[in-house]
T-cell receptor, first 112, second 112 residues
């Protein structure tokens, strides 16, 4: 049973456009929702994260939108750049532990 | 600077052999994790530890074991390597106060 579902699997965006990646979760005990960015040959690195007490968090060009009632959250990348081309993973963890449950990932390509 | 390292970075082994992947972190983090990354599956949790002498099974623990004898290290052992265990393995660590998991550079394991 997949607890965190991520879509789309791949995404191609023009430079300067908006990239949107969506995730849905099932476990209502989840209370921490990070997004990780991974470049080829590297380990994932935390990009931005949110807790369910807020509906939106923005850091530079990256924004997480969170809908608790729908059990969905999304990553928006504004003014997408070729350097943003990477694989993005959403994840979630619950109050009882710190182990993360990851989505399957989205490969983003930003064309110049 | 504090860091998390994995060794070896690449390993080729034969079916049936025992293999141990090393993970070492210098942050003095209590929480350590092992994930495997496969195309189409994202990152899946293998084992994790919340402190010395503590180990827990994750989603895909069959055929793997870990031991935690000190804070800095969490080696992952494949008791009898199988072709299905060909994957990229990532180790991560997390402090007790913050939420962020820090990932190592990964080990690419091929079982022939």
């Amino acid at each position: 049973q997949q607890q965190v579902k991520q879509s789309p699997q791949s995404l191609i965006v023009q430079k300067g456009g908006i990239s949107i990646i969506n995730c849905a979760y099932e476990n209502t005990a989840f209370d921490y929702f990070p997004w990780y960015q991974q470049f080829p040959g590297k380990g994932p690195a935390l990009l931005i994260a949110i807790r369910p007490d807020v509906s939106e968090k923005k850091e530079g060009r990256f924004t997480i939108s969170f809908n608790k009632s729908a059990k969905q959250f999304s990553l928006h990348i504004m003014d997408s750049q070729p350097g943003d081309s990477a694989t993005y993973f959403c994840a979630a963890s619950d109050q009882a532990g710190t182990a993360l449950i990851f989505g399957k990932g989205t490969t983003l390509s930003v064309s110049s | 600077d504090a860091e998390i390292t994995q060794s070896p970075r690449h390993k080729i082994t034969e079916t049936g052999r025992q293999v141990t992947l090393a993970c070492h972190q210098t942050w003095n983090h209590n929480n350590m994790f092992w994930y495997r990354q496969d195309l189409g599956h994202g990152l899946r949790l293998i084992h994790y530890s919340y402190g010395v002498q503590d180990t827990n099974k994750g989603e895909v623990s069959d055929g793997y074991s870990v031991s935690r004898s000190n804070t800095e290290d969490l080696p992952l052992t494949l008791e009898s390597a199988a072709s299905s265990q060909t994957s990229v393995y990532f180790c991560a660590s997390k402090g007790d106060r913050g939420d962020e998991q820090y990932f190592g550079p990964g080990t690419r394991l091929t079982v022939t």
